[in-house]
């Protein structure tokens, strides 16, 4: 199987707090005016990624991951994690606030819902003036003060405020309550997982009127009540250069802004490669093949690549690796 750069299909979610941005900043085909999430690369069950380029367009991920798993994965990757892909590529953009949530560790997850926990990052795309995101408490509180305010309908004086413009980046740990705010529109690196506790959703109501579920239970013994200062990224931005952004035990990041060409050797590099383009275009090319890429699109470069030629006169892009 020759294993190319790959583009996929993006799988468009409807969400009650979603708008228009990703068709109007990212050119995503959406007809509604409530898409939220565009899932660009994901193994999540019910919803594995599509190839859109190439000999092997309409292949699913988990196809080319069964035919030739160190190939596409690399050696480390998977001998840790077998087959299953284990990061989920998202854009988000969020019309309204999104609830009030938190995700389990791998160790609850597992044991509750036999899936990985769900560590993740976010980098700001563009915000509406203004716009800001939730990300922990402002102080340290008790699961007693925490149950109260669920009670009393006064979560939100507890919560930890960060207003945010293009680049800002976050990076959300297991067991941290966190929201993204109206006005954002962002690029989400994660573990492959959907296992989310809403905690808090505003009083809203679905479009059948319901108010949606709530996993007040199962957060209580997930969620990490300390105030802890560990969520904003600060990261070079050093032009033609690789900056790193975050290096975690589920996935590394790292932030190109280029205005020329640039070569990058993998081959010591065990993994796939994951390029979000979050500015500008380019061409990604290897030695079986290349893709163009533009703003709001993601390439996967698979593991046993050598090389990765990024050609282009201004573009900007998150590298993910494990």
Known sequence: MNLYP???????KERLWGGTKLKEVLGKPIESEITGESWELSAVEGDISTVGNGPLAGTSLQQIIDQDPEGLLGKDVFERFGKDFPILIKFIDAKQDLSIQLHPNDELAKKRHNSFGKTEMWYVMDADPGANLIVGFNNDVTKEEYSKSLENDTLLDLLNYE???EGDTFFINTGKIHAI???VLLAEIQQTSDITYRVFDFN???KNGNLRELHTDLALDAM?????DDFKVSYDTQ???????????????????LDKDLSLDVTNRSSFTILMCVGGSAAVITEAGSVKIQKGETVLVPANSTNISIQTESVKLLEVTV
């Open 163 to 165: 207003q945010v413009k």
């Open 204 to 206: 809203r109501r679905d």
């Open 181 to 183: 705010g109206a006005g």
């Open 6 to 12: 790959f583009k996929f299909q993006p799988i468009l």
């Open 239 to 257: 032009k033609d250069a690789v900056n790193t952004m975050v290096d975690c035990p589920y996935f590394k990041t790292n932030f190109m802004n």
């Open 224 to 228: 990490d009540y300390a105030k802890k």
